[in-house]
């Protein structure tokens, strides 16, 4: 099993999220992730897919996202070279005592704070999921009380070489 | 010249070629109806719409054309599902029209309103709302197109009450362009390449066949490259016809009720050409037992198909017509030079010994009358020259085993869903696209009676189906796992209350004929079938009699339980 970010170009048309997700849950596959937007062109809609499965599970996948009638591509971008992202906003306990220890961590993941209140902080953070990984465990003594993901966004970078 | 979006459909259905369409009215189509007497397409008018949609897919499968049918919303909607689950799991075009309520009630729980494209999402190749009356011949375009090309299946097209009286200038696209959806026709020549060097090298070779050979019409080059090659050919039931049903090299039927034969060549053969068939749990048994000796070549349209229940060595994306002709044309100069019978012989004789050993059989000992003798006697009177429609169930699985298909279009079954009650609605669809021919619904006492209403249908429209119902008295598929499997707890599967199926034919004005003893089974249905009307023949056949061989639910392919 492994996760990978799937790409999927699709026309921008009523229902279309509708058929991406029904085949998921049709078809008993996992999906950890998904997020939708608008590209420049303006009938056409990128969605970022994080599923999770063996390679034939995948394979399949791929498949049957490239069979639905309203899909114009489809790529697996764990195959390529490519940057993810995502943008996380946490709300967590901030009490005297604790606030200097978490601008620390605010500070060392570069991150932002985006409100505040007596007894707590909006933080926000943007990276790939290792980061977003570490921060949350790091927040995690400190008492999250509620948290906002957007979920992966992708891209292949322009140039095949590791940075 | 401006029409309104119910004058565009019809004059649209015109432009695609549907001569007739079946249907049943209602308050969200009563605007395309008003429109139907000044329209060239004939209309059916069904007593249910179940019946509505198998017979667009009986008339499709039977006249290998696009099958289509009109309904209100709704419940009228709704009822049509398992047909369009049917057609969809069958890879059938039918292209379905919903009228809906009016756009400004959408989503208001408006009266007689369903979300039917949201509940036949996953059972349509795909489906429209018409939300904006300039889009209308374009979507009814695609539909056509989509049900038809690819991997043909079901599309459904819902529109709104206010959409068909809208008016717009008619102007139906010639052709269509999606930059969305383009499937693959032709195979890969590499790929074509590879599987004439095995098939050089392969000592044991196997064609196993499906429906994608029926819906893509490559039937004579699947024959061509059988008799040529001296391949043995083993079918599933959706392909069954698709190779002639009497040469020597046919084998049958495989998997779960297949024949000895087909299932020890599967076993054994160390190359298998699966064509247009996708492995499905009937077929395969037990999968990691499955072809366990072979290279396993895959041709299938649908790229899903491949490689999504047994992993093939070489796969081919492709119509099958156009890759088994590629195939045709890569081996023809072989002919001369390599002799393909000689190489196959010993082969091709043991799977010959196979059949000698275990051919498909039954005890005709008793009294009663044996329903696979009445299937045998039906191909004997026919020549095999009917259309012969099924419900589903043991009925279903004698019609496969008995009856020798000669040829593709010819055997019409709900193979993927299994959707009792498909056959004879089915049936009355072929009829209608073939007024002449002799069209059977080899029925069980079960089955018939989900879709019995469709009698009045045939009558009044003059369509001579014939139903034999193989009556005894059980859901006896069922009846036949309860009895092997679960200790003869034969829980809700007496059905032997029943109507008096002669007396309810002659009620819908159609004749009933009934046979109780042996002698009389092949004098009944010759004088059945001459009958210039729909008539139903009740055989009241053994009743416990059961289907053999059968490999267990689960079971690999060789552990089959034999007459």
Redesign the interface.
């Known amino acids: 099993m492994s996760k990978h970010t799937l790409s999927v170009m699709v026309e921008n048309e009523p229902g279309v999220l509708s058929r991406v997700a029904g085949l998921f849950s049709g078809r008993g596959f996992n999906i950890n992730s998904l997020n939708v937007a608008p590209t420049l062109e303006k009938d056409v809609s990128l969605m970022t897919i994080v599923a999770e499965g063996d390679d034939a599970i995948i394979e399949q996948i791929v498949k049957q996202l490239r069979k639905l009638i309203p899909t114009i591509k489809v790529k697996d971008l764990t195959e390529l070279n490519s940057v993810d992202r995502e943008m996380v906003l946490i709300k967590v306990n901030a009490e005297d005592s604790k606030r200097a220890e978490i601008l620390r961590i605010v500070d060392i993941f570069r991150c932002k704070v985006v409100d505040v209140s007596a007894d707590e902080l909006t933080i926000e953070i943007t990276g790939d999921q290792s980061k977003i990984g570490a921060i949350v465990n790091l927040l995690t003594r400190f008492g999250i009380k509620e948290i906002a993901r957007t979920g992966n966004v992708a891209m292949q970078r322009s140039m095949q070489i590791e940075l | 010249m401006k029409l309104t979006g119910a004058q565009i459909l019809l004059k649209c259905l015109e432009e695609e070629g549907v001569d007739v369409m079946f249907g049943f009215p209602g308050g969200a189509v009563i605007d395309i109806y008003d429109e139907i007497p000044n329209s060239k397409v004939e209309h059916i008018l069904v007593r249910h719409e179940q019946g509505a949609i198998h017979a667009a897919d009986g008339y499709a499968r039977a006249s290998g054309r696009a099958g289509v049918c009109l309904l209100t919303s709704g419940p009228g909607a709704t009822n049509a599902v398992t047909g369009i689950a049917t057609a969809y799991a069958d890879s059938i075009p039918v292209v379905i029209f919903t009228g809906q309520v009016p756009r400004a009630l959408i989503g208001n729980d408006a009266f007689q309103e369903v979300d039917i ?2 509940i036949t ?2 059972c349509t ?2 489906n429209y ?1 018409v ?1 904006d009356i300039k889009d209308l011949q374009t979507i009814i375009k695609q539909a056509f197109y ?1 049900a038809r090309s690819g991997r043909p299946g079901p599309v459904l097209v819902d529109l709104p009450k206010d959409i068909q009286q809208q008016k717009v200038e008619f102007d139906y696209p010639k052709d269509v362009s ?4 383009k499937p693959t026709r032709k195979p890969h020549i590499g790929q074509i390449r590879k599987v004439v060097k095995l098939l050089k090298k392969a000592r044991r070779p196997l064609f196993y066949t499906g429906g994608g050979v029926i819906s893509s019409a490559a039937h004579e080059e699947l024959t061509w490259l059988g008799q040529k090659l001296s391949i043995p050919v083993t079918s599933t039931l959706m392909g069954l016809g698709a190779f002639p049903g009497d040469d020597d090299l046919f084998l049958g039927m495989l998997g779960m009720h297949g024949t000895y034969a087909a299932n020890m060549a599967v076993n054994d053969c160390d190359l298998l050409l699966a064509v247009g068939a996708r492995f499905d749990d009937r077929v395969t048994g037990r999968i990691d037992t499955f072809a366990p000796n072979a290279t396993i070549v895959h041709i299938d349209v ?3 198909s491949i ?2 229940n047994v ?1 093939v060595h070489v796969p081919i994306v492709s119509d099958c017509k156009p890759a088994l002709a590629a195939l045709k044309k890569e081996t023809e100069g072989t002919l001369e030079e390599f002799d393909w019978a000689a190489d196959h012989k010993e082969w091709v004789d043991e799977v010959q010994g196979w059949n000698r050993e275990h051919p498909l059989t039954y005890k005709d000992d008793g009294e009663g009358i044996k329903p696979q003798y009445v299937v045998e006697k039906i191909y004997e009177i026919t020549k095999g020259d009917a259309i012969i429609a099924t419900e589903v169930g043991q009925n279903q699985m004698w019609a496969a085993q008995f009856y020798k298909y000669a040829k593709p279009n010819t055997l019409l079954t709900s193979g993927g869903l299994g959707t009792m009650g498909y056959g004879f609605p089915a049936a009355m669809g072929a009829q209608k696209a073939f007024p002449d021919k002799l069209v059977i619904d080899i029925a069980g006492d079960g089955s018939i009676q989900m879709c019995i209403q469709e009698m009045m249908t045939v009558v009044c429209n003059k369509l001579p189906v014939k139903i034999v119902i193989l009556n005894n008295g059980y859901l006896g598929m069922v009846r036949q796992w309860q009895e092997l499997f679960y200790d003869k707890n034969y829980c809700a599967t007496c059905m032997d209350a029943q109507p008096d199926f002669v007396k309810l034919a002659e009620a819908y004005g159609a004749a009933g004929f009934r046979v109780t003893e042996k002698k009389d089974v092949e004098k009944t249905l010759r004088e059945a079938f001459k009958v210039d009307k729909p008539v139903i023949v009740d055989i009241r056949v053994e009743k416990e009699e059961n289907v053999y061989p059968m490999v267990p639910a689960g079971a690999s392919l060789t552990e089959m339980l034999l007459v």
């Open positions: 494209v949201g999402r996953p190749k795909h709302l939300q989509l999606m930059r969305s959806y649908d790229p899903t490689q999504k992993s």
